[in-house]
């Protein structure tokens, strides 16, 4: 009894009326903390999100990979039944102007070896059927609807398979052939695949999205038929345009096209497609999505416009890239031309400072050459590099090589040079961590460190990615359920895994080309004036309604219709671009976008 006594007193004494209330305290604390972690809304929840030391770490890249160059074209027959080349009827017709060409508001011709040469829209798309009811149309005309693009796009391959590797082959007409999309429980797909077990076909696909529904207007069958001449046939098969189909399922159309050959078969009838293009049609809608990627929530384009793009990469592995085209492009030149050199330039570029580079505009009038803007672009960042190697995430086991030099100051410029890109976008990249009025900016599931995980976006979402890009954000949708916004999804994972990203500077022009104020305001001093040589440090900017590339552009379209001859109703003088000579209005080469029906 004395030693419970005295042990009962040192208790008495060791609890006092301080340590009482302390103990209290805390308890509240820890009470209110796990009420918190209940009830707050996280806005980026960690899904299935295994940490990476228990992960297999991936096989990664060679530092170098640089591919030896393919044997000289082969030329292919187009659709008047002549080898291109051979028969002026169907040649684009240009001329070059008597005097300087124009200097663009933003990015270079010279830069990206564009030719500098104008044409009539009669010069432009008389090949593809552009005036032919007209009594002085003088080219031969075609009967399109006898036409088979996908049929003209394997001969040209078959006339060109010796110069590809064996990996390379021709693509399936789904009407005669079974589809390789179906959902995740019927596929005879893997799951999972990855970089190191293809070999490279050298050969691109070219997806143009389009819906169910989709009207398709005459100026929308000559920039597809221009596509498939001036990139795929006049490329001698490195290109293969395909046209991608959404099927608006979630619209209220209850043909599930994967129950049966039979109910697929009544889906590319009511997909709308011309018959010249139905032989190059795939099929899709969000029940392929979801069955695939269960882990998430949101497959509208808006958020995963590159869902089906990954799907084709995981089905049809025998491309090692892929451009995502929409239906409101329009090449004023040679589209072919224009996507070889926005590929050699991304070929050509460094890796080093590449995301610094596409972070900023090039602008002649404020830097002069692009060799000017080159070097204060590594001034600015004193000669190192934000992306040497993987940009590391936790939820990231990158795939991409190494760099041969530990530090970035310490390599010139050469690791990069002559390899393929992973990532091409058309337009500039900013940068989301920081203060800015991005829409999406909010909009990221499954990382830990959500809203501060480093990303990029460059809008709009036309860009390539390739094939081993787009597996492994295949890989981390399904087995992760990861998501960034569409404009974010390529540039950010290219640079999480360590792949190659480029911006190769295509010219564009502004509607107010005197107003240097305005320019000014997106410039925000350039490189010189960066504190971190990564993008202007002020994200704002005006908008880009008076651009001739940009998401929100309604100068685009004013552009293409006055050029086409249907003058707009909008009280708006004629686009300065456009120059009349001789009566006839003259187009520079260059790419619009957005160029919205105006019927």
């Keep these: ?156 391959f078959e006339r060109n398979r010796h110069r590809f590797p064996v990996a390379a082959s021709r693509f399936e007409d789904t ?77 209220g159309y209850d043909n599930n096209i994967w129950e049966s050959d039979e109910a697929y078969q009544k889906g590319l009838e009511d997909a ?44 049809y592995p025998e491309f090692d890239h892929f451009w995502q085209f929409e239906m409101d492009m329009r090449f004023l030149g040679d589209a072919g031309k224009f996507i070889d050199q926005l590929t050699t330039v991304a070929r050509n570029e460094p890796r080093k400072q590449a995301l610094e580079r596409a972070s900023f505009w090039h602008m002649i009038s404020q830097t002069g050459e692009f060799d000017e803007f080159f070097k204060a672009v590594d001034k600015a960042n004193k000669g190192g590099s934000h992306a040497w190697g993987p940009m590391r995430v936790p939820e990231i086991l990158p795939i991409g090589p190494e760099p041969p030099v530990a530090d970035p100051r310490n390599e010139t410029f050469q690791w990069g040079v002559g390899e393929e890109a992973d990532a091409i976008t058309t337009s500039y990249c900013m940068d989301a961590t920081i203060p800015n009025s991005w829409a999406f900016r909010n909009w990221i599931y499954g990382f830990e460190a959500g809203t501060k995980t480093p990303r990029f976006y460059c809008p709009p979402a036309i860009m390539r990615a390739s094939r081993n890009l787009l597996f492994v954000i295949h890989q981390a949708q399904v087995e992760q359920g990861v998501s960034i916004p569409s404009e974010a999804t390529l540039p950010s994972f290219a640079l999480w895994h360590g792949l190659k990203l480029a911006f190769p500077q295509q010219p564009i022009f502004h509607r107010d080309r005197d107003d240097h104020a305005a320019q000014a305001k997106w410039w925000r001093g350039g490189p010189k004036a960066s504190s971190t040589g990564l993008g202007p440090d002020r994200s704002e900017h005006p908008r880009g309604n008076g651009l001739t590339f940009w998401w929100e552009s309604d100068w685009a379209k004013h552009i293409f219709y006055e050029w086409m001859g249907r003058k707009l109703d909008s009280g708006e003088p004629r686009p300065w671009i456009l120059d009349d000579r001789d009566g006839k209005l003259w187009a520079p080469n260059i790419l619009l976008h957005p160029v919205k029906h105006q019927k």
């Excluded at 000559?222 to 345009?241: F, K, M, N």
């Excluded at 029940?287 to 084709?312: A, N």
Aim: proline content about 8%; aromatic content about 12%; hydrophobic content about 40%.
């Design 175 to 251: 009407r005669v052939s079974k589809p390789r999309f179906a959902p995740r429980e019927l596929a005879k797909t893997p799951l999972i695949r990855h970089w190191h077990e293809f070999e490279p076909s050298r050969r691109t696909a070219i997806v143009v999205r389009t819906w169910r529904g989709y009207e398709y207007l005459p100026e929308d069958m000559y920039y597809l038929r221009s596509l498939v001449v001036e990139a795929a046939l006049r490329s001698g098969a490195e290109y293969q345009v395909i046209l991608l189909v959404d099927m608006k399922d979630y619209e």
């Design 1 to 156: 009894m004395g030693r419970l006594a005295l042990a009962g007193a040192r208790f008495r004494r060791f609890f006092t009326r301080q340590t009482f209330f302390l103990a209290f305290a805390i308890c509240i604390v820890w009470f209110l903390g796990l009420q918190f972690r209940r009830e707050s809304p996280l806005r980026s929840p960690v899904v299935n999100n295994h940490p990476p030391d228990l992960r297999k770490p991936p096989r990664r890249m060679p530092t170098h990979n640089v591919l030896p160059p393919l044997e000289e074209r082969v030329p292919c027959h187009g659709p008047r039944g002549h080898l291109l080349g051979t028969n002026r009827d169907d040649e684009l017709l240009f001329r070059e102007l008597d005097g300087p060409y124009l200097t663009p508001w933003a990015g270079s011709f010279e830069e990206l070896g564009l030719d500098l040469v104008v044409m009539t829209a009669d010069q432009r798309y008389g090949p593809y059927g552009y005036g032919e009811d007209r009594d002085d149309y003088k080219r031969q005309k075609v009967d399109w609807e006898r036409i088979d693009w996908g049929l003209m796009q394997n001969d040209c």
């Design 272 to 315: 709308g497609v011309p018959p010249e293009f139905q032989s190059i049609t795939l099929l899709w809608d969000e029940r392929l999505l979801k069955s695939w990627y269960p882990l998430i929530d949101e497959h509208r384009t808006m958020w995963q416009v590159f869902q089906p793009m990954q799907l084709l990469a995981l089905h």
